[in-house]
């Protein structure tokens, strides 16, 4: 089978920004106030257009509930709660006060404070105290690398037939493919890779993985 696939630039990743939805006053304010305070950590956010997906999915999936993996200051949280139904509810998970804290302000901001619950915790606390009787419909794993195979089982675990999970980071910047420089970041990809290699070979889901931002890795639950 050829190649099938067109070369994403800066100029064409713009134009692809510039023709998705979802970059209201709010959005534009915490993207802007994260690049100021974070500096390079900054990359952290979730790309627009990765967001807009994201609520067109949880929105098409009719989901009431979904559990995000890594808050950061909120722009993914943001994107996931406005795809809920009306009572719906997110549980996002993070550790650090000082990222939640600007991620809390732009909840209220976006009317959304009802639908998001903050947990801050250790994300794999979080999710042993979840009871599997309250499946969630959606689930997004964005946070530290070396948890991402144990983050997926849980997932897993704590998601409904016909549910969602989306794992960002999946190209972990071209280094899954390329073998990665050593070191920790060395160390990371290979547990990324690690993560991807298990996912592909899992029979309880049907996945696949989308070349948008830096690779997502959409994996339905299969009944």
């Known amino acids: 089978m050829p190649d099938k696939f067109t070369q994403m630039n800066a100029e064409l990743h713009r134009y692809a920004v510039q023709h998705s939805d979802g970059q209201d006053e709010v959005m534009v304010r915490l993207a802007e106030e994260t690049e100021r305070e974070a500096g390079e950590m900054a990359v952290m956010q979730t790309a627009p257009e990765q967001a807009t997906m994201m609520t067109i999915l949880v929105r098409a999936l009719g989901a009431r509930r979904a559990l995000e993996l890594g808050t950061f200051t909120g722009y993914g949280s943001i994107a996931i709660a406005r795809g809920l139904s009306a009572d719906g509810t997110l549980i996002t998970c993070d550790v650090s006060e000082q990222w939640t804290a600007i991620a809390r302000r732009y909840f209220e901001r976006a009317g959304l404070v009802d639908r998001i619950e903050v947990r801050l915790a250790p994300a794999l606390e979080t999710l042993s105290e ?15 690398k070396g948890n991402y195979p144990a983050y997926y089982e849980e997932c897993v675990r704590l ?4 549910g969602l999970i989306a794992i960002d980071n999946v190209f972990y910047g071209g280094e899954v493919a390329s073998g990665g420089d050593g070191g920790d970041r060395g160390q990371s990809a290979a547990e990324v890779r690690q993560l991807n290699d298990r996912v592909i070979a899992d029979e309880r889901v049907l996945s696949t993985m989308l070349s948008v931002a830096d690779g997502v890795t959409l994996a339905l639950k299969l009944d």
Not at 130 to 144: K, Q, S, T
Not at 159 to 162: E, M, N, Q, T
Request: proline share 16%; no cysteine; hydrophobic share 40%.
């Open 159 to 162: 998601l409904r037939p016909g």
């Open 130 to 144: 979840l009871p599997e009787d309250e499946p969630f419909d959606f689930a997004f794993i964005d946070a530290d």
